[in-house]
């Protein structure tokens, strides 16, 4: 039987519900969810979860939320989050985690799509950004909030999350919630993930049980962990990769779940968990290679010469398992000893030495820094895919990886290459399709299943698969967040100084813009100003024009999510045209002329 026969027979049949309520029954005081680390820690096992899941299941069923209905979230990371998101799909109804950088107008955009009924936030903060778009949602029925302090005294709409609950045992709604559990099918609608498109609007992404199982049995058959793995929940759940690895995969293998709200308290969590595995987009990896740099720049010359000779050894066995080389068994014992004796308590002091399954997505990480971490005995594995193949399509894994590639198919999905090298995906994986605003769902794949991503890919000998570039416009940024240019290049062209702009940031650690004044427009606003200069190239760095440039950048930075808004810009004292070469003949940016061109100053703005 093959990986992908295994994972398909393991997977058939089986429901998100129905796999808390195996969890409860057969490990009930098993640890599930923790808030926290040390004495201040709070947990509560697999039984308490879906207790506290049955009472907001009841709750949320009064307010009348129902099969197919949305329900929105704008919570932080804390265990009532899990819980109602887990208490809606017993309704049959599809939760979605909102990014908590999202403006107001990004909001609204959702709310309004969605026709979300029903609405969760946690406190005064949401409610403030919320508050504008309220009344502009038809549908809305219910606003439940977390912390009773934000609460408004006189809108009926208002349900406070602790009246929500309840304060019973809630014995007599349990024949209800537990036909409700086992009623769920594989192929129904489970969550909704918001992505950006390539015109800038997001994307409701409909996933089914099916498909997040389906992603998370396969990792374990892929890279096996012990039973009832730990794990750290640090990413946002509006994220895909936090959603699987946060949620969906901890109920399917009954592991347990140590919330991480502030990253900033990442290192202490993964010193005091030791999970099993470990998700990062590269800037995570880039940061946690740089401190462990730090660190060994400071060990005494005994140390560094110690740790010099473990780091050739493990670094020359990751480079032999790259290219599938058996390893010389004195190689091997060697690496094991030294691994052991030095290597193992470098990773143990931020809390990996535990960890079988380290991954990194969302972007292309530098083989430097998968080099570094390989010679700590940190091998970090690369993976591929988009929200809409429920998070990974491909997995590098130890026994099949090459360095600066993504690996492989997983098991149950394939990969095709249209003429273009356009990656194309069909499998268990690939979602139901696109969220439509009559609530309806739109399919997006071809007459035989297959998925176009809009990446550029190829594949060797081995059926590895390398990325080499994107069709489509979105920036992933170094934190691995997904932006559509084409938004803020027309906020930024709204101002009638501005001719073209560009967003950069792909693999960048923040948004900047190339800013072209128009060639008609700006000395006639200059004219007015009674500034004498009408050249372009005197205007792009007149103080007039920069401040005011200054303030549209401004302007439009307050209608972005924080990751999206423009950090740095410089304005060009060119006109670009078709005939220069950086706008094609429908006036279109030539993204890589334009970065070529203008590679110097958009390095400066990084600087």
């Known amino acids: 039987m093959t990986t992908a026969d295994q994972v398909y027979e393991a997977v058939e049949g089986k429901t998100i519900t129905g796999l808390l309520a195996r969890n409860a029954r057969e490990f009930p005081d098993e640890s599930a969810l923790t808030s926290g680390i040390g004495p201040e820690a709070v947990t509560l096992s697999w039984s308490q979860l879906r207790t506290e899941v049955t009472a907001l299941t009841h709750g949320l069923s009064a307010l009348g939320l129902d099969v197919g209905d949305r329900m929105l979230i704008s919570m932080s990371k804390r265990p009532e989050h899990w819980i109602i998101d887990l208490a809606a799909i017993h309704l049959g109804a599809i939760p979605c985690t909102t990014y908590d950088t999202l ?96 015109t800038g609007d997001p994307k409701g992404v409909v996933l089914s049980h099916r498909n997040v199982i389906h992603e998370s049995l396969m990792q374990d058959h892929l890279v096996p962990v012990p039973d009832h793995p730990r794990s750290v929940s640090y990413l946002p759940l509006a994220h895909i990769a936090e959603r699987v690895l946060g949620i969906y995969m901890p109920i399917c293998n009954a592991g347990h779940v140590t919330i991480c709200p502030d990253q900033a308290q990442l290192l202490p969590t993964l010193a005091s968990v030791r999970p099993h595995g470990f998700f990062g987009v590269p800037r995570v990896w880039e940061k946690m290679a740089a401190g462990l740099q730090a660190r060994l720049a400071t060990a005494s010359a ?118 273009d090298g356009e990656v194309f995906v069909r499998g268990e994986v690939v979602f139901l399709g696109y969220l439509q605003a009559d609530g309806g769902i739109a399919p997006a794949t071809d007459g035989q299943g297959w998925f176009a991503t809009g990446d550029i890919g190829v594949a060797d000998e081995r059926g590895v698969i390398s990325i080499t570039d994107r069709k489509k416009e979105i920036l992933i940024t170094a934190g691995g967040k997904n932006i559509a240019p084409t938004h803020i290049e027309s906020l930024l062209r709204a101002h009638p100084l501005l001719g073209q702009a560009v967003a950069i940031g792909d693999q960048r650690k923040y948004v900047t813009a190339l800013l072209v004044l128009d060639e008609e427009a700006a000395p006639e606003w200059a004219r007015r100003r009674g500034i004498e200069t009408t050249s372009l190239a005197e205007l792009a760095r007149h103080p007039d024009v920069v401040d005011e440039l200054d303030r549209a950048v401004a302007a439009a930075n307050e209608s972005l999510s924080r990751v999206a808004q423009v950090k740095n810009h410089t304005v060009l004292g060119v006109a670009w045209t078709a005939d220069s070469g950086e706008l094609t003949p429908k006036l279109s940016l030539r993204r890589k002329v334009i970065a070529e061109r203008y590679a110097s100053e958009i390095e400066a703005m990084y600087a």
Not at 158 to 179: I, K, M
Not at 181 to 195: E, F, N, R, S
């Open 103 to 198: 403006s107001t107008e990004e909001i609204r955009y959702v709310a309004q799509h969605s026709a979300a009924p029903v609405v969760v936030l946690e406190d005064a903060d949401q409610l403030s950004r919320w508050r504008p778009v309220l009344d502009d949602l038809p549908e809305l029925r219910a606003v439940v909030v977390l912390d009773p302090a934000a609460m408004p005294s006189s809108d009926p709409r208002f349900v406070s999350y602790t009246d929500l609950r309840g304060t019973g045992p809630h014995a007599q709604y349990a024949g209800t919630f537990e036909r409700l559990a086992a009623a769920t099918t594989p192929d129904q609608p489970l969550t909704v993930v918001y992505t950006s498109g390539t």
């Open 302 to 419: 005994g140390e560094a010469a110690a740790v010099e000779q473990a780091r050739d050894v493990a670094l020359q066995v990751y480079r032999l398992r790259a290219q599938r080389c058996e390893l010389p068994p004195e190689l091997a014992e060697k690496h094991r000893e030294l691994d052991e004796q030095v290597l193992r308590p470098i990773r143990a002091s931020i809390g990996l030495d535990a960890s079988a399954r380290n991954f990194s997505g969302a972007a292309p990480i530098p083989v430097s820094v998968l080099e570094f971490l390989a010679s700590l005995g940190l091998p970090v594995y690369e993976v591929w895919g988009l929200t809409e193949t429920t998070g990974c399509a491909t997995v590098s894994t130890p026994d099949v990886f090459a360095i600066g590639s993504v690996g492989p198919p997983a098991p149950g999905v394939q990969v095709a290459f249209a003429d």
